[in-house]
């Protein structure tokens, strides 16, 4: 058998030196710090902005009227802060949300109760206590077995109070329009 050839340990003399390869690093690790450097002032405009936004944003609704499937139709009134408040809920005034309530047909939201907030309930428990108190009053008598039967049912009612305080607001509508 032959020789072998000699074996080639490398095929280019003429390599790069230290020097050059760590010159050739540091160009690199720039070009990457200068990225770095363009990901950072984008992240700070995105903040920036979204400051900005929050700033800008106007307060939310102190009360809410949520709309029906019609977009006319109120399903429940809500106060501003309400979780049960769907996406079809507008922001109203106070006395847009009073007349809902009262004069609207408009039910108050059972989590949230819009009602109490707004004060409703206790001025109609006074007022209709006392024209059920009252001698004069032509429908008394049928308030007071009304109120007694309502009240007795309270307790076997999961919202007892309001459903009773919900009939005494019928009542008074109903001896306002006569």
Request: glycine share 8%; with cysteine; aromatic share 6%.
């Amino acid at each position: 058998m032959g020789s072998l050839p000699p074996r080639i340990e490398q095929v280019n003399d003429n390599s790069p030196s230290r020097l050059e390869m760590l010159r050739f690093a540091r160009r690199i690790a720039e070009q990457q710090l200068t990225q770095v450097d363009r990901w950072i002032a984008a992240e700070e405009r995105r903040e920036a902005e979204r400051q900005h936004g929050i700033a800008a944003r106007p307060p939310a609704p102190d009360w809410l009227i949520e709309h029906g499937l019609s977009g006319q139709d109120s399903m429940y009134v809500h106060t501003g802060d309400c979780w049960n408040a769907g996406k079809r809920s507008k922001g109203v005034t106070r006395d847009t949300a009073l007349r809902a309530l009262t004069e609207g047909g408009a039910p108050a939201c059972p989590r949230c109760r819009p009602d109490t907030a707004l004060g409703i309930l206790e001025g109609l428990f006074r007022r209709c206590s006392a024209a059920v108190r009252s001698p004069t009053s032509t429908a008394s008598a049928h308030v007071r077995g009304w109120w007694k039967s309502s009240a007795s049912e309270a307790s076997t009612w999961g919202d007892g109070v309001h459903q009773v305080m919900l009939g005494i607001a019928r009542l008074h509508n109903l001896a306002l329009t006569g």
